[in-house]
């Protein structure tokens, strides 16, 4: 006790000999470091693209006085704050400079994307009733509990960043479908005589349907490293609000706004027998959907396709023909097509590759019809 009294009163004699002496106990702005969670275990974090902004909210938890007496208070420091990526300090920072408290500690709530919240608490985050465009994203990061500086959690593309640990999670799903050509080797044992005949794959219009309006509450609970990576494989955090169904069908065709995706005349899938088509066309490509039970009655994606084949024979002793039809696969449920998959779940990407096979060669099973035997009546002449 001695020794701590007399480093105190050198202190205080300092201060009395030189009265622009300052002790100064430095502060820490508050910075963050962001990055997009794709698996703990399969697969590592990627950047949250410097690009982009998001949202934050900020609760101070710590003492405050009443009536003479230490209590425990929470206070809100960040209010929808926006936090940017700075290229000359390489940090993330939010738009004013925020310093970290002394004592106690700070939670934070971050959010991202082109729709915000309905509403916005220190333990939750909700969208009511929110339609969901083809390419809208929601992004939800991990809540950030008692944090109390600055900390290099993710080391991705940004050496040195330092900050609140920000990990996104995608609150979407995303679906895309693609097309192509039967590869596979389905005509062995036939005479190959690729000069003779080819065909053309032309994809007329294709539609995809699904739920697109909806409601979810992502809560965060209490806790060491909380977060909302709990339900992220949880579709049924997603519920279309009552009596409010919403449904859309985006249709791929000549006549749409898509129209740049289309597999139209201008660009077809042509193969022969000996060099079949593998290259891949995309019809709709990654669009974000409400994640949603395929199994449930009132939430569930549908899918039709209409392409039109024509096949051409060539061949100097048969003069050329071409023989052409058009396929219509109605409007049916997808889950009917890859019942493996049973729903679209958050932060997950589905595609759906879909092969068209031009069709079986004619092959021929001949047969002869037994001689029948009729025996004539005897005649003498």
Same mark, same amino acid.
């Given at each position: 006790?001695?020794?701590?009294?007399?480093?105190?009163?050198?202190?205080?004699?300092?201060? $009395?000999?030189?009265?622009?002496?300052?002790?100064?106990?430095?502060?820490?702005?508050?910075?963050?470091?962001?990055?997009?969670?794709? +698996?703990?275990?399969?697969?590592?974090?990627?950047?949250?693209?410097?690009?982009?902004?998001?949202?934050?909210?900020?609760?101070?938890?710590?003492?405050?006085?009443?009536?003479?007496?230490?209590?425990?208070?929470?206070?809100?420091?960040?209010? *929808?704050? @926006?936090?940017?990526? #700075?290229?000359?300090?390489?940090?993330?920072?939010? +738009?004013?400079?925020?310093?970290?408290?002394?004592?106690? %500690?700070?939670?934070?709530?971050? %959010?991202?994307?082109?729709?915000?919240? @309905?509403?916005?608490?220190?333990?939750?985050?909700? %969208? &009511?009733?929110?339609?969901? #465009?083809?390419?809208?994203?929601?992004? /939800?990061?991990?809540?950030? =509990?008692?944090?109390?500086?600055?900390?290099?959690?993710?080391?991705?593309?940004?050496?040195?960043?330092?900050?609140?640990?920000?990990?996104?999670?995608?609150?979407?799903?995303?679906? +895309?479908?693609?097309?192509?050509?039967?590869? &596979?080797?389905?005509?062995?044992?036939?005479?190959?005589?690729?000069?003779?005949? +080819?065909?053309?794959?032309?994809? #007329?219009?294709?539609?995809?349907?699904?739920?697109?309006?909806? &409601? $979810?509450?992502?809560?965060?609970?209490?806790?060491?490293?909380?977060? /909302? $990576?709990?339900?992220?494989?949880?579709?049924?955090?997603?519920?279309?609000?009552?009596?409010?169904?919403?449904?859309?069908?985006?249709?791929?065709?000549?006549?749409?706004?898509?129209?740049?995706?289309?597999?139209?005349?201008?660009?077809?899938?042509?193969?022969?027998?000996?060099?079949?088509?593998?290259?891949?066309? @995309?019809?709709?490509?990654?669009?974000?959907?409400?994640?949603?039970?395929?199994? *449930?009655?009132?939430?569930?994606?549908?899918?039709?396709?209409?392409?039109?084949?024509?096949?051409?024979?060539?061949?100097?002793?048969?003069?050329?023909?071409?023989?052409?039809?058009?396929?219509?696969?109605?409007? &049916?449920?997808?889950?009917?097509?890859?019942?493996?998959?049973?729903?679209?779940?958050?932060?997950?990407?589905?595609? =759906?590759?879909?092969?068209?096979?031009?069709?079986?060669?004619?092959?021929?099973?001949?047969?002869?019809?037994?001689?029948?035997?009729?025996?004539?009546?005897?005649?003498?002449?």
């Amino acid at each position: 006790m001695k020794k701590l009294f007399i480093i105190a009163a050198a202190a205080v004699a300092a201060l $009395a000999a030189c009265t622009k002496t300052e002790v100064n106990t430095p502060d820490q702005a508050i910075n963050f470091n962001a990055a997009n969670y794709i +698996s703990r275990v399969t697969k590592a974090n990627v950047t949250f693209g410097t690009a982009n902004t998001f949202k934050t909210n900020a609760y101070v938890h710590t003492l405050v006085l009443n009536a003479g007496t230490p209590e425990a208070s929470i206070q809100q420091m960040m209010f *929808d704050e @926006t936090v940017a990526w #700075n290229g000359t300090l390489n940090q993330w920072l939010p +738009s004013r400079t925020y310093f970290w408290p002394k004592t106690g %500690y700070v939670n934070f709530f971050s %959010y991202a994307g082109s729709i915000d919240p @309905t509403a916005k608490a220190e333990n939750s985050l909700t %969208y &009511t009733g929110v339609t969901i #465009n083809t390419t809208d994203d929601i992004l /939800v990061a991990e809540a950030a =509990y008692e944090q109390t500086g600055n900390l290099s959690t993710y080391h991705i593309d940004n050496a040195g960043v330092t900050g609140v640990p920000t990990l996104f999670h995608h609150m979407l799903s995303k679906v +895309s479908f693609k097309v192509k050509l039967d590869a &596979t080797d389905a005509y062995a044992g036939i005479p190959e005589h690729p000069e003779y005949y +080819s065909w053309e794959i032309v994809v #007329n219009e294709s539609k995809f349907g699904y739920v697109n309006k909806g &409601t $979810a509450e992502f809560t965060f609970a209490d806790g060491q490293g909380a977060d /909302v $990576a709990a339900p992220v494989g949880n579709q049924q955090l997603w519920n279309a609000p009552t009596g409010d169904f919403a449904w859309t069908i985006v249709a791929n065709n000549k006549d749409s706004e898509l129209e740049s995706t289309v597999i139209g005349d201008a660009n077809k899938m042509t193969a022969t027998n000996s060099a079949k088509v593998s290259e891949i066309k @995309t019809l709709f490509d990654e669009i974000s959907v409400l994640p949603q039970d395929l199994n *449930d009655t009132d939430a569930w994606g549908q899918f039709s396709l209409q392409y039109t084949i024509k096949s051409t024979y060539d061949d100097s002793s048969n003069p050329a023909k071409t023989i052409t039809e058009v396929v219509t696969v109605p409007l &049916t449920d997808i889950l009917t097509y890859v019942p493996s998959i049973t729903g679209w779940k958050m932060n997950y990407k589905y595609i =759906y590759n879909i092969i068209i096979k031009p069709g079986e060669p004619v092959k021929f099973d001949p047969a002869v019809v037994e001689w029948e035997e009729e025996t004539a009546a005897d005649k003498i002449i």
